[in-house]
Every structure is written in C-alpha cells, then in structure tokens.
C-alpha cells in the first residue's frame, strides 16, 4: 500500500492568498510599489494586448440583441493572452488585469472555467465564486498582502488614511477605501452609494437620488453591529449625505451623523461618518457612537 494517497482535505490545498504571495516573490514585485503587472505577466509567459471588443465581436453579436455586455479584460490561456478593453483608464486597466491574471494562476478555474462547453459544466454560483476569488487575488497583488493593511494603520482610523495611500498602490480610491474597511482590526465599516440615472441629469449632486450600491464592514463592526444597510424608500438625496457648505468641493471630506434604526424599542445608534464624493459616487465612512469605543 502507497503512503502517500490523494486527499479532498481543503486545509491541505493552498489558499488564494499564499498563491499570491508566492506570484509576488517569484515575480520579483515583492514589497516594490506600485505592483508592476508587468513583471507578472512575464514571469507567467502571458502577454497583454488591449482591444475594441465591441468592434472586434460585432459579428457574433446575436440579431436579438443590440449591444454586448460591458467587457472589461478576457483570458485565453491556450494563447496565454490577456486580453483589455482599448481606452480604459490606466487604474481600471491594471485592476483588470489583475483580475485574469488570478484565474490564470488559481488551479480549479483554469480547470474549469477554460474548458469547451463550461456553460453545461458549472452552473453560475460557481462562476460568481471564481469571480469572487479572482477579485480577492486581485487585491492581494496590488495591495501585497497586508502590506497595505499595515501602513493604513500607523494612521488615525479615517477616510483620509486609505485616499492618502492610494496613489502609493497605483489603486483606485474606491478599491482602497474598500480595503481599507473591510481589513481594518476596529469597527469600522463603508457605505458606497451610486447615482440613480435619470433622463435630464444636469450633474448636480445635490439634487441627484442615490442608493446604497454595498456594504463594507470590519470583522469587528459586523460582529457588533450590522453587514449592511438599506435605505427606506429606496434612495436619498445628494444633499442628505453631503451637507455641503459654503465652498465645498468634490474630494472635500465632510462629517455628519447617520442615525440606523434597529427596531423594537431599542435605541437606534447614532454614528459619527466622513463623506467623501468623487463625483459618480459617495462614500461614507462609518465609526462606531464614542460610547461603545472601549479598549
């Protein structure tokens, strides 16, 4: 009899975030800022290459449809390309990148998600899940590791600490506001709201209506408080979040309370935030009422 035989045990399979860690060294990107893509392309012999994908799949667009979905980057792994949408901004680009790179590099999707007919083969919960392992790979290799996480905290727990960071990662404030958040060891969460489109949008974003995109929150905030928020009615005003003042700008930080209702005859909490707007979207801060911050 063999000693050695396979296992299904997972403790035994590398995790997402030792794979890349290991890209990093290997690749020689280990603790250089920004992460250079490039030399991970080379060391994984991939090659990029930037595309119209509308003008180069127009053919095959189908004759009851108008339009293809919104595509950003795509994999070939048998001609080990990477494949980019021509013209998007350099941060998006590099994001992107990332991405295909992590379901390069993670076993079970090449596996999987490359082999013909995998329409039959995985159902989409699966593919939501590489999607989602291939975004955590993503954040791996541009913010390496918890190299991010580690300067972050050496500064005051604010909004400020991710945006003053972010051009050090050549990462996109959303991104780093992101990570920030959800790997912070204090409660401390981020609501993201996006712009409700409407027919006549004269960008004034105080009068614009927004809704609650996602929810990022510390293991510590969730824990205590909530996962996530919803709005009721389904939208607020610019001007409810912002509370602009006389000279506000965009990329200007303000503070204001946000009061969340936890139903019953409970006392609803009363959050101290920061609001931060980049002009498409708004983000507010969340730290824990200063009653409950006990150390």
Known sequence: ???????????????????????????????ELPTDERKLLNYLGLQQLSFDFMQELEDFIPKDKKTLPDIRAALSVNDRIVATQAGLPSKRKKWATLHEIAHFIMPEH????????????????????????????????????????????NLPTSIRAPIQLSANYDASLESAIRRY???????????????????????????????????????????????????????????????????????DITEAELIVGRGGEEEPWHFETEVFSNSYKIFQFLLPPKETLQF
């Open 110 to 153: 090449q596996a999987k998600l490359f082999l013909p007919d995998n329409d039959q083969t995985l159902g989409w919960w699966v593919k939501m899940r590489f999607e989602r392992e291939a975004n955590a790979i993503a954040a791996e290799l541009m913010f390496q590791g918890n190299r991010f996480t580690e300067e972050s905290l």
């Open 1 to 31: 009899m063999q000693k050695f035989q396979p296992t299904s045990n997972p403790l035994l399979e590398p995790q997402p975030e030792e794979i890349a860690e290991t890209l990093l060294v290997e690749a020689g990107s280990a603790n």
């Open 181 to 251: 958040a959800e790997r912070h060891v204090l409660p401390c969460a981020v609501i993201v709201y996006d712009k409700i489109p409407r027919e006549f949008d004269e960008g004034d974003a105080d009068e614009s209506e927004y809704k609650i995109h996602y929810t990022i929150t510390s293991l510590p905030f969730r824990r205590k408080y909530f996962a996530g928020l919803e709005i009721k009615g389904g939208s607020v005003k610019g001007s409810e979040l912002l509370r602009r003042g006389h000279g506000w700008r965009f990329n």
